[in-house]
């Protein structure tokens, strides 16, 4: 067996062979403080800006939950507002003070982003703060039947904002879950049962930030949409578990129309919430389309 030997240049040749060149001798200044600050020069740039900064920035981030503290992956949208007199902002304090916090054991929860919003506007030098946060929340399921317990999930989402010219915060929260929905029509017109699906709920809740205190807004916006479902999902069935599941789903028939009006009443309940939307989305079993349906409502408004 022949074996063949190849000649490499030195990796300095390599790079040269490929087009790397050597650096210039510069001219511009390399001290900060030398360098001209394009983004903060005083001049009129037409019109000031509701928001400016980043967005799709992945970071691990500890959540408080009811089981103690979880550890998951958030995508976080960082911004201000931007003054007319501005270019831009200096968007590397969004990062710095992103990992400030994580180096501080830093937990999220509504109060700490408000906190994170204000100090963001702080060091931005502008009116407002602003961040959208979203992460998987995990959470577990027992079985209707066996009691066999799994983990489900769910997305969440914190969208926070702090004014500090009127000293007040913005907080709304989300969640984003599936469940089971079997279709009355079918169930009342069929001889051999009703065909059913997969139900994706959305909800966006606005709360009074004044009485957070513990009010566990994860839980209560997961009952809201499952406890409205034909029927809620879960990670481990054995057969009577599947049986019984099937039976719930069975006696709680529910189109996209009544599953968004139910959860509706949910939160209109809620005294911590003062505004929502509802979305039901269901991925039809008998057709190629889906069927939504939506509201929206504020309780200051009606």
Sequence with gaps: MSTSHVALPTKAERHKLFGSVPPIKGTKPTEKDKMVDLQNTPKNFLFALDSVGISNVKHPVNIETPDGIQ????????????VQDRKGINMSRLTEQLDAYH?????VSNASLIEFAQELAERMEQTEGQLTIRYPWFFSRKAPATGLSGLM?????????????????????????NVTTLCPCSKEISEYSAHNQRGYITIEAGLDETSLDGFDWRVALLDAAESNA?????????????KRATEIAYENPRFVEDMVRLIAADLYEMKQVVNFFVECRNEESIHQHDAIASITFDKREN
């Design 230 to 242: 034909s029927a809620p999902l879960h990670p481990v069935l054995k057969r009577p578990d599947e």
């Design 153 to 177: 999930n769910a997305d969440v989402m914190h969208r926070v904002s702090y004014n500090l010219e009127t000293g007040t915060a913005s907080v709304t929260v989300g969640l984003v879950i």
């Design 71 to 82: 550890a998951t992956v958030a995508t976080f949208e960082l911004t201000t507002s931007l």
């Design 103 to 107: 180096n501080q054991g830093w937990t």
